[in-house]
């Protein structure tokens, strides 16, 4: 499992460690939000970089942050105001709710899911990968119109900390995405 850890993981446990070792006032110029607003960038203290806010889970306790097209799942807690400059809040309509008792899959059947929902789940899944709460998993898509496999296939290309492990059966209905080594 060692060859397979992500940059962004390795990043995020040698922050913790230094953060153990480092003085507790060391981020005491941030003030916690009042309200926590989807779209706005906040200053997320487990990964030490400035993140967008994609989603809050139903408790509020964990929040879906994104950096560089790949969402994690960090405690709503760790987030700071951030004094970007440039940086705007981001008007939404709606507010996506995550279901905080899902449990960590290797397979899932997407097969007649609709492309959001396909969406929400890879990215939701793609954050365990990352934690690496899981070492690899596998959407079955389907043949079908090639939707979901057409768009899952550009999401993995597009993150350099992903990749597509050929299948050995030769099934193109289902693709197996792990980290690269």
């Known amino acids: 499992l060692d060859k397979h850890l992500s940059p962004l ?5 040698s922050h913790e460690k230094k953060d153990q070792t480092s003085s507790p006032n060391k981020y005491e110029n941030l003030s916690i939000p009042d309200k926590l607003e989807l779209g706005k960038k906040y200053f997320c203290l487990s990964l030490q970089r400035t ?5 809050l889970d139903k408790n509020g306790r964990n929040a879906f942050v994104s ?16 004094n970007v400059p440039g940086t705007r809040s981001i008007e939404q309509n709606s507010v996506s709710i995550i279901d905080s008792a899902l449990v960590s899959q290797i397979e899932y059947d997407c097969r007649g899911m609709r492309l ?17 709460k899981i070492p690899f998993v596998t959407f079955i898509h389907g043949h079908g119109t ?12 597009s993150n350099s900390d992903l990749t597509i492990i050929p299948s050995k059966t ?11 080594s």
């Open 116 to 132: 959001e929902e396909f969406q929400s789940l890879v990215e939701t899944t793609i954050s365990d990968l990352l934690l690496e």
């Open 9 to 13: 993981k390795k990043e995020v446990l």
């Open 67 to 82: 950096n560089n097209n790949i969402s994690i799942k960090v405690p709503s807690s760790s987030l700071r105001e951030a």
């Open 51 to 55: 993140v967008t806010l994609k989603k």
């Open 170 to 180: 030769g099934n193109d209905g289902e693709t197996q995405v792990t980290l690269k």
């Open 146 to 157: 090639g939707v979901l496999k057409s768009w899952l296939r550009k999401f993995v290309k």
